[in-house]
């Protein structure tokens, strides 16, 4: 059983299990997200606002959920291959102006 957190959102798309339903966009970078994964423990809902993700599950830091709702809406960076658990759950980037 895949148990990195990549290969974990990687599995929820694949499985139809990380649903997108809003989302709005400044260039390519998502701005504010609504999304649900269906998990095996249950269901999660997942945000981004004020860019700052979040979830409803009990994980801290970047969880599967949000690193799959990442790579479906332009933030392949969430599920980086390499996963940090301390990767804050931010979505400032350098393009961002002010
Ligand atoms: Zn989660």
Redesign the pocket.
């Known amino acids: 059983m895949a148990t990195d957190t990549r290969s974990r959102a990687l599995a929820y798309i694949r499985e139809g299990r990380a649903v997108i339903r809003a989302a709005s966009y400044g260039g390519t970078a998502p701005l504010r997200v609504a999304a649900v ?1 269906y998990g095996h423990t249950g269901r ?1 809902e ?1 945000s981004l606002r004020d860019g700052e993700w979040s ?1 409803t ?1 009990p ?1 801290t830091g970047i ?4 690193a799959a709702i990442g790579l479906v809406c332009g933030r392949p960076d969430l599920a980086a291959r390499t996963p940090n658990p301390d990767t804050p759950r931010t979505n400032r980037t350098e393009e961002e102006t002010p």
Request: charged share 0%; aromatic share 0%.
């Open positions: 994964a999660h997942i979830c599950c994980a969880c599967p959920h949000i």
